[in-house]
């Protein structure tokens, strides 16, 4: 096997373990799971900033049709956006993420455990599809091939939505001057108190690789990028934490609104929407 394949199932096999292991398992105190505790801050405001945004792209999807595919949905298919739909395909490699998807679609639901870099679908088959924050847990060299796949499976006419990240933005440069400063007050204090400190509990490692958009998605003649939304879970703690999350999220939503183009250069996820021919 060739060093690019190895890493390319060993990525698949690691984050296929940390969901059945960990992410998908439910949190201990929250009525939620362990990587939404990771990944997302979760009080109201948050919750419903994350839902609206996502909601907004909806409109895409038009009239709906008979086949959604929720492409990595995990243990959170996106119900309201595939509303409009007979049936939501679920895909996921997470047979822990299928179970819990089971439990809230039920029968307006199909249940696949599968690689998105090989679906078992044939082509033009669905009227609608959604990969929300799974492609950049794909491994990086196959995350352009996993991208052409989807576009292969959607009818003519139909749009494909990637929710995904980008790393040329604001948000993106202060959490990495954020994390340096971090590291080095750790070292600090292990010097310090000449012994090792321990960050928080953590979790198992989850791999992701995040390409510039553009260049992810530049195969293709109908693509929209725009900006999904500007936090990310440690801007809405921070801001949580200083009550203002209230009073900033309406600012916000009202320019992600008016300039999601603009915006991109804010906010680190991106929604990449492609429309097939
Ligand atoms: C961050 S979760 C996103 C879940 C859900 N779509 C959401 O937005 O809340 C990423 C999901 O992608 C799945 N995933 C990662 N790589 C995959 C692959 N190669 N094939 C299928 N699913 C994959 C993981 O198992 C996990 O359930």
Redesign the pocket.
């Known amino acids: 096997m060739s060093k690019r394949a190895e890493r390319t199932s060993e ?2 096999k690691d ?2 373990d ?3 292991g960990y ?2 398992k439910s949190a201990e105190k929250n009525d939620c799971y362990q ?2 505790v990771l ?1 997302e801050h979760l009080n109201e405001t948050a919750r419903a900033y994350m839902k609206s945004n996502e909601m907004r792209y909806s409109k895409y999807y038009g009239d709906g049709g008979r086949l959604f595919l ?9 119900r309201e956006m595939s509303s409009a739909f007979a049936k939501c395909v679920c ?4 047979l822990v ?1 299928l179970k819990e998807s089971r439990k809230k679609l039920k029968d307006s639901g199909l249940y696949v455990v ?4 090989a679906l078992p679908f044939k082509k033009k088959s669905f009227d609608g599809i ?6 950049y ?3 990086k060299d ?1 995350q352009p091939l ?1 991208i052409r796949e989807l576009y292969k499976l959607a009818k003519p006419e139909k749009t494909i939505l990637i ?1 995904y990240a980008s790393n040329r933005n604001l948000v993106s440069v202060f959490q990495a001057v954020g994390i340096k400063t971090y590291k080095l007050v750790m070292l600090l204090l292990r010097l310090v108190r000449r012994k090792r400190v321990e960050d928080e509990k953590t979790p198992p490692p ?1 791999y992701y690789y995040i390409h510039n958009p553009f260049k992810l998605t530049r195969a293709f003649d109908e693509v929209d990028i725009t900006c999904l939304r500007i936090l990310t879970r440690w801007e809405t703690t921070a801001l949580a934490k200083l009550k203002l999350l209230k009073l900033v999220v309406p600012l916000l939503s009202f320019l992600e609104r008016k300039f999601p183009h603009l915006m991109l250069y804010i906010g680190k996820y991106v929604t990449i929407r492609i429309r097939a021919q």
Do not use: M, N, Q, T
Not at 70 to 78: F, S, T
Not at 114 to 117: K, R
Not at 130 to 135: P, T
């Open positions: 990525v698949y984050v296929r940390f969901y059945d992410g998908w990587a939404e990944h929720d492409a990595g949905c995990g243990a959170e298919p996106r895909a996921d490699v997470s993420g599968a690689d998105l870099a959604l990969v929300s924050h799974c492609v847990h794909i491994d196959l996993v929710f989850l």
